[in-house]
């Protein structure tokens, strides 16, 4: 049985997320990768504990997390009973709808019919009877916004989900949308978009600029680029890598058009004393519209080095200039 380390809140910082009351961890633990059911078990409860114990109290998932979908919420919910439920109360679980999940027209993108029913099935599969966020996970254009909305203020009011988020959405339906969840006094407080060094969309599709002014967090995903801002891919392409052991979103091809630029940053982090993965976090977390990052991992080791992170958030302004050059 897991017992916490008594030090888990020493050193994480902890961000409040846009103007609301819940302060999320400058990292977050992400479970799209290497928990589903080609993981290793044992490895997956590693990592959950190396996390909580330094202080990761958020965990995100989403209903199609796997392979295969649903599996990494079974397999969490799994760890949750034998070992976390005594923490529920400390920790922040997160989840979505909005890829593809089941068969048919009702399983995927954001009809009343999907979210509803997509959550109830995430909640039995991760043994909850709520969950901290409940995320729209990417814009439909056929559906109005006013009925996903709806979804979201309907789950909210039943007790499944405690704040709603928004993910993968760009400024001007962010917009939109907050404009029907706020004259609802539906509590939605985060969005959830790609943002790192390499790529920069939210800066130029007004998501940053819009999250800013209406006061809501941002939570960014693959801070990492899956592995590229790491010193993974420096000297080749390993054997446990995501790219050789789950290719399914990250390509030999995409590695290699980029390893040049790693390796240029890879050298200014270390002229900074840091690993590239602690710099590329470290240049989301100097950002005050930044919530959290939330890192994924395939071993323990890797979140041991991500949360140093936190240690060195200041950037000269030559430091900034040499990375916007090679983030071109
Ligand atoms: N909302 C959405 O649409 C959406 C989409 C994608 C992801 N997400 C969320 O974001 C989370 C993170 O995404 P991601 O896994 O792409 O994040 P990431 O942090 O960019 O990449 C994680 C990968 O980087 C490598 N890595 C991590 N730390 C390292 C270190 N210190 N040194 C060397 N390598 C390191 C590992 O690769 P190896 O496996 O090669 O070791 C790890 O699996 C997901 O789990 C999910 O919760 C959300």
């Not at 997160?94 to 997509?118: C, H, Q, V």
């Not at 004259?183 to 985060?190: A, L, N, Q």
């Not at 939570?219 to 390993?238: E, H, K, V, W």
Request: a negative charge; hydrophobic letters at 35%.
């Amino acid at each position: 049985m897991y017992t916490a380390n008594e030090k888990r809140y020493e050193k994480m910082k902890y961000n409040r997320c846009g103007k609301s009351g819940l302060l999320l961890p400058a990292l977050s633990l992400g479970l799209w990768h290497n928990f589903g059911d080609t993981g290793v078990y044992a490895n997956m409860e590693e990592m959950l504990f190396t996390a909580f114990d330094n202080g990761i109290t958020h965990f995100d998932l989403a209903n199609n997390y796997g392979p295969k979908p649903g599996s990494a919420e079974a397999n969490f919910g799994k760890i949750l009973k034998e070992h976390l439920s005594s923490y529920r109360d400390e920790l922040i679980i997160s989840t979505k709808a909005g890829y593809d999940m089941w068969e048919g027209p009702y399983g995927n993108f954001g009809s009343r019919k999907y979210l509803i029913a997509s959550l109830d099935q995430s909640l039995k599969r991760m043994g909850l009877d709520y969950v901290d966020i409940f995320y729209h996970h990417r814009m439909d254009p056929e559906t109005p916004l006013e009925e996903t909305m709806g979804a979201l203020e309907q789950i909210v009011r039943s007790g499944k989900a405690l704040y709603v988020g928004l993910s993968n959405y760009n400024g001007d339906t962010l917009r939109k949308a907050t404009a029907i969840l706020e004259e609802r006094h539906v509590p939605f407080i985060i969005n959830q978009n790609r943002y790192n060094i390499l790529d920069r969309t939210i800066e130029n599709n007004g998501l940053k600029k819009a999250s800013h002014d209406l006061g809501k967090g941002i939570i960014c995903f693959s801070p990492l680029a899956q592995g590229m801002l790491t010193d993974r891919y420096i000297n080749g392409i390993p054997q446990d890598s995501r790219v050789r052991t789950d290719g399914r979103f990250l390509h030999e091809d995409q590695v290699e058009a980029q390893i040049e630029r790693s390796k240029k940053l890879n050298d200014i982090a270390a002229k900074r004393g840091q690993t590239l993965a602690e710099m590329a976090l470290s240049w989301l977390l100097r950002d005050e519209d930044i919530t959290s990052v939330i890192i994924g991992a395939s071993k323990p080791s890797q979140i041991l080095d991500n949360v140093k992170a936190i240690e060195n958030l200041t950037f000269t302004d030559e430091e900034l200039k040499e990375i916007d050059e090679l983030s071109k």
